[in-house]
């Protein structure tokens, strides 16, 4: 059902017209919205309820600012202040050739309308839109008398849809009456005469068609209004080019939205969210005013006030449920990501926090703003979370968090930036290096483990600049020794001087250094595994320290 509308009034009308032409389609907008409500609903449902009073809104607002409201009415458009300012084809279900179909001329609204007139008057509208092949009344017939004080009409004595050439043949008097049916009796057919009889083996539906008779029921009776009610309202927001009708439009969808994520009807929640995407990449290039207001219904979906009734909800809903859930959060803003955190807490199922870590990765991919400021809340397994979720996101902003978060307050989010800026490859070991000394040991061992799983440069430098400061913290002999085992794992022939000298200490002064000093260094020289390494183990196995000469033949032995 095809609608054009005439969106620009008289040329050269003051402000006011303006004014006024904008108000009067701000009303036949409204309208067109109750009857399609009410097309789709029973009368009492809450969409029709809503629609009757956003029309009767827009109405006594123009009512109260300008006067009587009256359109003038041919079989295809609905006239105001002399211009088409509705055009529609002429068929049943068409507002102007639903009234002018009747006979009705002008129709005119007045100050003073109450409720009860106005969903009468949609009530009328409704039930006559469609010409049935055996009407009970007219819609002339039922606004007479409904009495509908403030709705005013005329009514052409010879409308358009009267046949152009009645029969005015004179009827027969009452003395000639049986003569007439005698008549008629003689020519009445015999029953031999009459219509052929129908073989009912020709009525017979093969199997093949009684199937696909049975699928056009089933499919019928599956089939939800609700679903008829979004196309009819998302094709408006195409057709529709004005700010003032854009609006309530919107309101009406963002109420479905929220009664569908209310019952659970997801299906609905996820059509309005694509439709709307779909209908803002087609204002990218038309109507771009229109981009700010969908992009606020899309920031209103997003907030907490907007899912909250998913939180009461996910404990009993089922696998299907949950994958469709899922996939309408996927379509919200990024700022979901701050209700969605919170959630996140709130369930006990592994299942329902991966599915939620899934949709928050996502969303952060497109835009990292709101999940970084979450990161500042006190809730120390909320930012764990999304630490490993920023671990998991590619690009120079995440390596600048994961930096700032090694420095947070809980080891365990420490430990989690660390993970995540490691993987990233050997040269970002020096951002996470002052971890070494950190005062969690499961910090200072992931350090340790990562750097001695291969030779590297560059931890076999900062490794030795380490140790050869000795300004370890504490005085942790098994720490001391990690880091020489690593180093050999790590390191390369120039770290041997450096180790033999630490082995052998100098003669010429007396050893101030921990005994696990000299150990680590033979363990380091062993792991070395390399021909210069073993040559100073295998002199220091003879060295006259006798402390020197046991622990290398202590760790050569082993």
Not at 182 to 198: D, K, L, N
Not at 507 to 520: C, E, H, I, N, V
Request: charged share 30%; with cysteine; hydrophobic share 40%.
């Amino acid at each position: 059902m095809a609608t054009v509308k005439e969106t620009q009034p008289k040329t050269g009308s003051s402000n006011t017209a303006d004014e006024e032409w904008q108000a009067a389609e701000n009303v036949l907008t409204s309208l067109q919205l109750a009857r399609k409500n009410y097309s789709l609903y029973p009368e009492d449902h809450i969409n029709c309820t809503r629609a009757m009073e956003r029309f009767w809104q827009q109405l006594e607002t123009f009512l109260q600012t300008h006067g009587n409201l009256r359109f003038e009415l041919e079989k295809d458009r609905l006239i105001f202040q002399g211009e088409p300012i509705l055009k529609e084809t002429p068929e049943d279900g068409n507002l102007p050739f639903t009234l002018f179909r009747d006979g009705i001329q002008w129709l005119e609204f007045k100050d003073g309308i109450e409720a009860k007139e106005i969903e009468a008057f949609l009530r009328i509208l409704n039930k006559y839109q469609l010409l049935s092949d055996e009407p009970e009344g007219d819609l002339v017939t039922a606004l007479w008398e409904a009495g509908l004080k403030h709705i005013e009409h005329h009514v052409a004595d010879f409308f358009w849809g009267a046949e152009p050439e009645a029969d005015f043949t004179v009827q027969p008097a009452k003395e000639d009456i049986e003569t007439v049916l005698a008549e008629e009796e003689e020519h009445e057919p015999s029953e031999s005469e009459g219509v052929a009889s129908i073989d009912p083996s020709t009525l017979e539906l093969t199997p093949e068609e009684e199937a696909e008779l049975q699928e056009m029921v089933r499919l019928e009776e599956k089939r939800d209004p609700t679903d008829d009610y979004l196309n009819a309202v998302l094709d408006s927001l195409l057709e529709l080019r004005e700010k003032e009708n854009f609006d309530p439009i919107l309101e009406s969808l963002e109420e479905e939205f929220h009664d569908s994520l209310a019952r659970r009807d997801f299906e609905v929640t996820l059509k309005i969210l694509k439709s709307l995407h779909h209908v803002r990449h087609i204002c990218e290039s038309e109507t771009t005013w229109a981009i700010p207001i969908i992009d606020n219904f899309f920031l209103t979906a997003s907030s907490s006030q907007s899912l909250r009734p998913l939180q009461t909800a996910w404990s009993e809903m089922n696998a299907e449920q949950l994958e469709k859930m899922k996939e309408l959060l996927l379509v919200l803003e990024p700022e979901a990501i701050h209700t969605l955190g919170a959630m996140l807490l709130q369930t006990p199922s592994l299942r329902l926090q991966q599915m939620l870590t899934e949709v928050i990765l996502s969303l952060a991919s497109r835009d990292l703003g709101p999940l970084e400021a979450m990161l500042d809340r006190p809730e120390e397994d909320l930012v764990l979370k999304l630490v490993q979720v920023v671990a998991s996101l590619d690009g120079e902003r995440p390596v600048q968090i994961l930096s700032k978060m090694v420095h947070h307050s809980s080891a365990r989010v420490r430990e989690a930036a660390a993970k995540g800026l490691l993987r990233r490859g050997a040269t970002s070991i020096k951002e996470v290096f002052h971890l070494l000394e950190d005062e969690d040991d499961s910090v200072r061992r992931l350090i340790l483990h990562h750097m001695g799983q291969e030779r590297n440069e560059t931890s076999e430098t900062l490794l030795l600049q380490y140790l050869e400061e000795g300004n370890i913290k504490g005085s942790d002999d098994k720490h001391i020794i990690a880091c020489f085992r690593v180093l050999g794992r790590c390191g390369s022939p120039r770290s041997i001087p450096f180790l033999r000298q630490t082995l052998f200490g100098k003669s010429w002064m007396p050893d101030l250094r921990s005994p696990a000093y000299r150990q680590g260094a033979a363990l380091a020289l062993k792991a070395l595994n390399i021909k210069g390494a073993q040559e100073v183990l295998e002199d220091a196995s003879r060295s006259l320290k006798p402390g020197v000469r046991r622990i290398a033949r202590k760790v050569l032995q082993d």
